[in-house]
């Protein structure tokens, strides 16, 4: 491809921009006495001088400092070609680098103020991030709560759940006396295939009246949370929070893993429900058993039911583990810009 005259010219004057104003002013400094040495090596006779004053090279650098600058004191003089030639090429570099120098500072002051802006925009859209982040804050660790819950009654004997049924037709009344036991709901990290024996009972939790397993609600609340946080990736721009996306991404993508493969808990209205066909509680006290009384020496994946079982068991483990690193890393978060704020209005005040 041909350039023309005028595309080589934008090329060099966009590489000689982008050279830094030092590079400019230190030719320009260098330049100076290699002149001086050439003014020093011609003879004397191409030159005028003042009567008595010295030719050496102390003489002939302060005259290529007087040429370069364009002062032209009148006290030297070039009187022939050669003295004359050296002297124009001088105040021509002089000039060209002068010239070159304060374009390259132009350039520089340029980018600065691009960089400037740059930075001006990116703390207005953290700004911008920050509060549709903190915003959204609570609604998400809800749903992170009530999904932990429910991975705490999926993952609990029935005898040792909080609640056990006693108060939920209370509780969903108005009645909420179960402070202290709603503290101890504490999802257990080091749980057994053996403590999901009881995953198709009602959780007996006390803000849980319903009669639905607790394996359906822990998929029911999976899939709310999974579209709560798919919706906050695209509401909120989480880049400016790696680790977040990061753990958001994977929530996500593990549960939709899950949800499409074919296993009997992928989403609640797959899950075998305690009704009043006897088939089905069949099916529930068969699974029960082989859950309750499951040897961990032997090859789980020998039994297709005790293989959904286990692909939901790894299922809770990865993604309650996900949960609690969202929930860490937003609690954080929300801790330090309301610091911020704090000190921002300390400072205002």
Avoid at 63 to 84: C, E, K, N, W
Avoid at 120 to 137: G, M, P, R, T, W
Avoid at 190 to 202: E, L
Wanted: proline share 5%.
């Amino acid at each position: 491809m041909r350039y023309t005259l005028s595309q080589h010219l934008t090329h060099f004057f966009h590489v000689v921009s982008n050279i830094r104003p030092v590079v400019w002013i230190g030719l320009y400094v260098c330049v100076t006495p290699i002149f001086a040495l050439i003014y020093w090596a011609l003879p004397d006779w191409q030159f005028r001088i003042p009567d008595a004053e010295p030719t050496n090279y102390g003489s002939w650098l302060y005259y290529s400092i007087v040429t370069i600058t364009t002062l032209g004191f009148g006290d030297y003089t070039p009187a022939h070609g050669a003295a004359q030639a050296v002297t124009a090429v001088e105040v021509m570099c002089g000039l060209i680098f002068l010239g070159l120098f304060l374009n390259a500072v132009g350039a520089m002051k340029s980018e600065i103020d691009v960089e400037s802006e740059i930075e001006k925009q990116k703390a207005i859209h953290q700004a911008f991030e920050n509060d549709k982040l903190l915003k959204s804050v609570p609604m998400i660790l809800n749903s992170l709560n009530v999904f932990l819950t429910y991975c705490y009654a999926v993952t609990t004997p029935l005898k040792n759940r909080v609640g056990k049924y006693s108060g939920a037709q209370e509780y969903s009344a108005g009645k909420d006396n179960y402070g202290d036991e709603l503290a101890d709901i504490k999802y257990n990290p080091d749980f057994k295939i053996r403590d999901m024996a009881d995953m198709f009972s009602p959780t007996g939790l006390p803000f849980d009246p319903t009669d639905m397993p607790a394996v359906g609600r822990l998929m029911h609340s999976a899939a709310q949370t999974s579209l709560t946080l798919d919706s906050l990736q695209q509401r909120v721009d989480l880049t400016l929070w790696p680790a977040l996306l990061e753990n958001c991404f994977a929530f996500v993508a593990n549960y939709q893993m899950f949800a499409n493969t074919d296993v009997m808990f992928r989403n609640p209205e797959h899950i075998v429900l305690l009704g009043d066909d006897s088939n089905n509680k069949d099916t529930v006290k068969t699974l029960r058993e082989k859950i309750a009384g499951w040897n961990p020496e032997e090859d789980i994946t020998l039994d297709p039911d005790l293989k959904s079982v286990a692909e939901l068991y790894t299922f809770i483990k990865s993604n309650a583990e996900i949960a609690q690193r969202i929930e860490t890393l937003l609690t954080e978060e929300s801790s330090k810009q309301h610091q911020t704020q704090d000190l921002t209005q300390v400072s205002l005040a």
